[in-house]
T-cell receptor, first 115, second 116 residues
Framework: DTGVSQDPRHKITKRGQNVTFRCDPI?????LYWYRQTLGQGPEFLTY????????KSRLLSDRFSAERPKGSFSTLEIQRTEQGDSAMYLC?????????????FGEGSRLTVL | AQKVTQAQTEISVVEKEDVTLDCVYE???????LFWYKQPPSGELVFLIR??????QNEISGRYSWNFQKSTSSFNFTITASQVVDSAVYFC?????????????FGQGTILTVHP
């Protein structure tokens, strides 16, 4: 399968714990995005990388959240000291520099439940 | 700031019925792009269509058609002769010129259920 893959697909954690999600984009894609989707809502933009550079961060990305893409390939999203309000689906998407605007390829998401 | 509103939270139809999903958007930019994405139960969003703000020509792709009207800031999506496989959550989205083209603003989504 050559699509966007995310791991883990589901994570249940206790409040206060740290969690990390991984995203492997389509191999030739140099742009990578993280979105968050809460129940019954549309996805909300969190952050965007072009190669290894993090070019944009949403105000939704509090200081407990950190995203990296160290070698311009896979990316990680870490949430420290999780809160119940962090429970959501975390979606990763990728695209290529030459792709038409907004045409993103999404993974199946990582669902986080904070107890 | 941009905003996308999908007023229909849920729609339920019987197979072979036609169904229209409404989308209204707000932006101050004159250059923007509108999208529809489909999210099946598996979770991954699938791109369906993109229109730019300078192209109001309606588009038809098989059983799918899209009606873009700048005068009413609407970008509606019609499925003709719906099928059970069309059951999914459908999102309308917007990106304005000058921002990152991957920074989409999504509507709340419309859950479409097609019954056999």
């Amino acid at each position: 399968d050559t699509g966007v893959s995310q791991d883990p697909r589901h994570k249940i954690t206790k409040r206060g714990q740290n969690v990390t999600f991984r995203c492997d984009p389509i191999s030739e894609h140099n742009r990578l995005y993280w979105y968050r989707q809460t129940l019954g809502q549309g996805p909300e933009f969190l952050t965007y990388f072009q190669n290894e550079a993090q070019l944009e961060k949403s105000r939704l990305l509090s200081d407990r959240f950190s995203a990296e893409r160290p070698k311009g390939s896979f990316s990680t999203l870490e949430i420290q000291r999780t809160e119940q309000g962090d429970s959501a689906m975390y979606l990763c998407a990728s695209s290529s520099l030459g792709d038409p605007p907004g045409e993103l390829f999404f993974g199946e998401g990582s669902r986080l439940t904070v107890l | 700031a941009q905003k996308v509103t999908q007023a229909q939270t849920e729609i339920s139809v019987v197979e072979k019925e036609d169904v229209t999903l409404d989308c209204v958007y707000e932006t101050r930019d004159t250059t923007y792009y509108l999208f529809w994405y489909k999210q099946p139960p598996s979770g991954e969003l699938v791109f369906l269509i993109r229109r730019n703000s300078f192209d109001e020509q309606n588009e038809i792709s098989g059983r799918y058609s899209w009606n873009f009207q700048k005068s009413t800031s609407s970008f509606n999506f019609t499925i003709t002769a719906s099928q059970v496989v069309d059951s999914a959550v459908y999102f309308c989205a917007l990106v304005a010129g000058g921002t990152s083209y991957g920074k989409l603003t999504f509507g709340q989504g419309t859950i479409l259920t097609v019954h056999p």
